[in-house]
């Protein structure tokens, strides 16, 4: 029955004047064609477009003769897809002696889901620990003289000024911070509306959305995945609660906010009273994969290495329509680096000599809902852990302009960076550093998943250089996770075959080398993750 539908899906990957193209690029253009059509209806995780899309990935791969390695002899690894909500307005209780102080959801917190307890509640001694970093190198630690354990931690969002922008970047996200409270003895996390923060979203305009969904994945135990499950984030605490929360403390709320502003040495310490706290969540899972082919390496040791080359191949699906168009194809976003990943593994099978190591070609799912099919693939690999020495991760390359140089996001940080590099000089392209550092684009594509697994990993873009910068503002402004990122975009598939010779190179580079890939000694994410040459 799915054989009968993928054949007049696969008709529709080879257009009329696909064929004017050299092979090369007529191939790129028809995976994309297929992958964005109106067929497959956005491809969002969790739906039977994208798992349509899935079969047709692997059919690829089976076709090109590599290996299943997605698990039991299957190109598929599941993949249980969590969506989860407060399910109510929760209740709160600060409590100081004997005498309950009012505490109103809507007016002084709204409460967050715990996907991983269904029905949490904590009850304790409040610590206001500062934004709750810990950052050695910095010679930073917000928990310095403060005794946590079994306590709620109240901390504040985002970092302070003056931090690099990698730390900043792993920093800013409360789950992070989360980890290094539920490490400390914490029970619990409440995140305090920053003056910051409220210039950007007051707390009453966020109020109305306090149970959008979130998303997550399930291990085999079926319980949802979060990174500090003995200490989560439990709920959003306004502006006009911190002051209640911080009344008759050594620590004053106006203190707080005076130091956030001036940037001064932040007072931390407890606070007086007990704080309950309680949040349900709605939880509902449904089934995705990630498709992964193995193509085994040459030498006898070597190929129980594995280079990753990843992509992922969802995107956002149907959604509001413009000029009556509801499909969101996601032909840039991400069809193009899936298009990528399985010709780069063409070329490669099409040589007669395989690489010393073994290359893992991953069509990861859910990007677009948080990173979540790199994520579990990270924590429940096919293979050995260990074994994993480095991923290279192409997505939404901008290719609508001729090339002359790309970003590697991360190529500062290891010995992937110098391959790339060489890689790209072959064909004429220069490497440049990222252009917008302040959006943290590193920590915001799956390559990421591998870095927090300790593993070497880049994700190449195209560059600004030429006509770069404007065609790139171009289609964020106008196709970006919109109908119109679609193949009649106007691709430059010269530069789409150029961007697949690096891919190409880099991994082959990578695959044969006789040191394995590497962090640069000290790098940050290196140190912290616990990855291989960064001590």
């Known amino acids: ?30 995976h994309v064609q297929l992958l964005a059509s109106d067929a497959l209806r956005g491809r969002e995780a969790g739906t039977h477009d994208f798992d349509v899309a899935a079969e047709y990935v692997a059919s690829q791969m089976a076709g090109m003769g590599l290996v299943p390695a997605g698990g039991k002899g299957s190109w598929f690894q599941p993949v249980q897809l969590v969506t989860f909500r407060p399910s109510d307005k929760a209740k709160w209780t600060l409590t100081r002696g004997k005498t309950p102080v009012p505490f109103q959801f809507g007016v002084d917190f709204v409460n967050g889901p715990v996907p991983s307890s269904p029905d949490f509640t904590a009850e304790g001694g409040v610590v206001f620990a500062g934004y709750g970093i810990v950052y050695p190198e910095g010679k930073r630690d917000d928990y310095k003289g403060l005794d946590v354990k079994g306590k709620i931690v109240a901390l504040l969002p985002g970092t302070p000024a003056g931090l690099p922008n990698e730390v900043t970047a792993h920093f800013g996200d409360d789950d ?5 409270a539920q490490a400390r003895g914490a029970k619990a996390v409440i995140i305090l509306e920053s003056a910051e923060r409220r210039a950007q979203y007051a ?8 149970d959008y969904a979130r998303n997550t994945w399930a ?11 003995g200490a989560p984030v439990v709920g959003y605490v306004s502006q006009v609660g911190a002051a209640k929360l911080f009344e008759g403390a050594k620590v004053k709320w106006a203190d707080v906010l005076a130091a956030e502003k001036k940037g001064g040495k932040m007072p931390t310490g407890a606070l007086i009273g007990t704080l309950a706290t309680a949040s349900k969540t709605r939880v509902r899972a449904v089934e995705t994969r990630n498709v992964v082919g193995k193509i085994e390496g040459s030498d006898p040791v070597l190929k129980n290495q594995y280079i990753v080359l990843s992509a992922h191949l969802d995107h956002v699906g149907v959604g509001d329509p413009v000029n009556g168009d509801r499909i969101y194809n996601g032909a ?3 069809a193009i680096g ?16 395989k690489p010393r190591r073994s290359i893992l070609i991953i069509a990861l799912t859910a990007e677009e809902k948080g990173l979540i099919g790199s994520d579990y693939f990270g924590h429940n690999p096919t293979v050995p852990k260990d074994s994993l020495v480095a991923d290279v991760n192409l997505d939404m ?7 002359q140089d790309l970003v590697v996001l ?8 110098p391959a790339v590099a060489a890689a790209a000089a072959d064909e004429g392209l220069k490497v440049v550093p990222d252009p917008a550092p302040e959006e943290m684009f590193f920590v915001r594509s799956d390559h990421y998943s591998f870095v927090q697994s300790g593993i070497p990993a880049v994700s190449i873009d195209t560059g600004p250089g030429g006509t770069g910068a404007a065609a790139q503002k171009l289609f964020l402004d106008n196709n970006y996770h919109k109908p119109s990122d679609q193949i009649d975009l106007p691709f430059d598939w010269n530069s789409a075959a150029k961007f697949k010779h690096v891919g190409l190179a880099t991994a082959l580079s990578l695959a044969n080398a006789d040191q394995r890939p590497s962090w640069n000694k000290g790098d940050f994410f290196g140190v912290l993750f616990g990855g291989f040459g960064a001590e």
């Not at 799915?2 to 090369?24: F, K, M, N, W, Y």
């Not at 992070?176 to 290094?180: E, I, V």
């Not at 707390?203 to 306090?210: D, L, M, Q, T």
């Open 1 to 30: 029955m799915l054989r009968s539908l993928l054949l007049p899906l696969l008709l529709v990957a080879l257009p009329a004047g696909a064929q004017t193209l050299p092979p090369e690029q007529a191939a790129l253009k028809a």
């Open 176 to 180: 992070q911070k989360a980890r290094l």
């Open 203 to 210: 707390f009453e305009a966020i109020v109305p959305f306090y």
């Open 219 to 229: 291990g085999p135990d079926g319980i949802a995945h979060v990174p500090a499950p």
């Open 332 to 334: 840039m976003d991400n």
């Open 338 to 353: 899936t298009a990528m990943i399985l010709e780069i593994a063409r070329s490669i099978q099409a040589m007669p000599q």
């Open 397 to 403: 390359p901008i290719l609508t302009y001729p090339l």
């Open 410 to 417: 991360g190529g500062e940080r290891s010995s992937i960076g």
